[in-house]
């Protein structure tokens, strides 16, 4: 089993900048996809961007495309996604979370909102 725990949300001005990080235990986390949700009130969680075992592919919502990148450093089990350009439409409880890559491509995780294991979130507010 997986344990992803999420941190570095917090309030943010318009336009502003971020980087969330997840922090990832257990055993094989070489052999999972791992990807970032989120889910703003009243609204059904999405994709926002997914990333593959070794870093080589990933995928981004149209809404954050050119804003937000996702990256992975294995050796210390922890995946990143730095926000750029924020919107208050970013606001929403961000979450992290992994599947094993086998099981679908970045794009199909993200789309559908496939993980097998997922983190408790964190909250990004963006507002003046």
């Known amino acids: 089993q997986l344990q992803l725990v999420e941190s570095g949300g917090g309030l943010v001005q318009p336009g502003g900048s971020l980087r969330l990080s997840c922090a990832v235990s257990?055993?094989?986390?070489?052999?999972?996809?791992i990807g970032w949700f989120r889910q703003a009130p009243g609204k059904e969680r999405e994709g926002v961007s997914c990333i593959s075992t070794s870093g080589g592919r990933t995928y981004y919502a149209d809404s954050v495309k050119g804003r937000f990148t996702i990256s992975r450093d294995n050796a210390k089990n922890t995946v990143y996604l730095q926000m750029n350009s924020l919107k208050p439409e970013d606001t929403a409880i961000y979450y992290c979370a992994a599947l094993p890559a086998i099981a679908a491509t970045v794009q199909d995780m993200c789309v559908r909102t496939r993980s097998s294991y997922w983190g408790r979130g964190a909250q990004l507010t963006v507002s003046s």
């Open positions: 257990g055993f094989g986390l070489n052999n999972y996809a």
